[in-house]
């Protein structure tokens, strides 16, 4: 990093001249290498510590110091970023602690190296415990690449806790005559109730795909919905189901059933 970048970075950080500034991208064949690669730089330096940024405007860099700078490297929260920048409780900071023991240690380095969760819930079902996992829409593809093997790898070190992976998407309400004037931008289609819930259905199931569903109305007005997962999968997922239609009651308030019809063609 040139000179006058290192005085622009200082101005923004507010942080002296002492510091040792690389690029958020270094990378290293494993993490205890790079926390020792960057004890090494700051001593060689003679600097009070490392900071850390993507370029030289960025607003958030990351700072270490000689004396935190392995603890901060191996804190339990680096893949969890919630949104409004609060601090993730302890059960959330043993999900984020699991991803990086992963990232670490088995070969889904490569492809955790980016990924982060926002949060993590842990629901009754059935007298069972289950783990809901949100993650950035952004990144939502990405790990649906790696989830059969991520959860896998999970549901081992949880005991058995059956894990699911969803996407955080805003519900946005349905615009008022008085809230209609003042919203000129319409509500997109993928804001809406109906498509989130839809959309939350799909991330439960995943990699099972929905190959149809039905809308049973009782007397009362109750609806119960239907879903026709498909049959070739029912040996990897029936055992599952239950679990699927307690965490989608207790996320959205809806009753839904799960079934393997026979081929239509």
């Known amino acids: ?9 200082e101005k923004r950080t507010k942080v002296r001249s002492s510091y040792l500034c690389i690029p958020a991208s270094f990378s290293c064949d494993s993490q205890v290498d790079k926390v020792g690669i960057f004890e090494h730089l ?7 510590g490392v900071i ?6 960025s607003r958030n860099p990351r700072v270490y110091h000689n004396a935190t700078l392995p ?49 993590a819930k842990e629901l009754e079902t059935n007298n069972k415990k289950s783990i809901i996992i949100y993650v950035p829409m952004p990144k939502l593809k990405a790990f649906q690449k790696i989830q ?18 969803v996407g955080e998407r805003k519900i946005l309400p349905k615009p008022t005559r008085k809230t209609r004037t003042k919203n000129k931008q319409k509500r997109p289609r993928s804001r809406t109730l109906t498509s989130v819930y839809d959309a939350l259905l799909e991330d439960i199931v995943y990699p099972v795909e929905i190959v149809g ?48 019809p026979e081929s239509y063609v």
């Open 42 to 48: 700051a001593l060689q330096s003679r600097v009070e």
């Open 52 to 57: 850390m940024t993507d370029f030289v405007g």
């Open 148 to 165: 059969t093997r991520l959860v896998r790898e999970l549901e081992k070190k949880f005991s058995g806790k059956h894990v699911m992976f």
């Open 1 to 9: 990093m040139s000179i006058p970048a290192t005085r622009e970075l």
């Open 213 to 260: 569903k039905r809308i049973r109305v009782k007397l009362d007005g109750s609806q119960v919905i239907k879903v026709h997962l498909d049959k070739n999968e029912q040996t990897n997922i029936e055992h599952k189901v239950d679990t699927f239609a307690s965490v989608y009651k207790q996320l959205t308030g809806r009753d839904v059933t799960f079934e393997f």
């Open 71 to 119: 603890r901060v490297m191996f804190t339990a929260n680096a893949k969890i970023i919630k949104s409004g920048g609060s601090e993730p409780d302890q059960f959330e900071a043993s999900i984020s602690n699991a991803l990086l023991e992963l990232e670490m240690n088995s070969d889904l380095k490569s492809h955790l190296r980016e990924l982060y969760i926002t949060k």
